[in-house]
């Protein structure tokens, strides 16, 4: 069993930086998937960013390339997804999720992940 946890969303305005933690517990993220999604109010989940653990391999969602990044804190046993020159369009539930199935790719669809975070709000106005 993996539990997560995400904080640090918020409500900032467009071109404002956020930094957005999942801290996971229950098991050490040494060779999971990591993966963050989105939703808005209205709309499908929506994938922003994959890691590998194992390779330390990337992927991200062409609305998203070149200002988020995900990194990782080994000893805290977490990840992290640094959001700079947000847009009103960032605006949703941010999702953490971890895929323990040993995939050798990046899914991009929920279905590649097991374990989900609660979700943390992320509004940015105009």
């Known amino acids: 069993q993996v539990q997560l946890v995400e904080s640090g969303g918020g409500l900032v305005q467009a071109g404002d930086s956020l930094r957005l933690s999942c801290a996971a517990s229950g098991r050490t993220l040494s060779s999971e998937t990591m993966g963050w999604f989105r939703q808005a109010p209205g709309k499908e989940r929506e994938f922003v960013v994959g890691?590998?653990?194992?390779?330390?391999?990337?992927r991200y969602a062409d609305s998203v390339k070149g200002r988020f990044t995900i990194s990782r804190d080994n000893a805290k046993n977490a990840v992290y997804l640094q959001m700079n020159s947000l847009k009103p369009e960032d605006t949703a539930v941010y999702y953490c999720a971890a895929s323990l199935q040993g995939l050798l790719f990046i899914p991009t669809t929920g279905a590649g992940y097991d374990y989900w975070g609660q979700g943390t709000q992320v509004t940015v106005s105009s």
């Open positions: 890691f590998r653990w194992s390779g330390g391999t990337t």
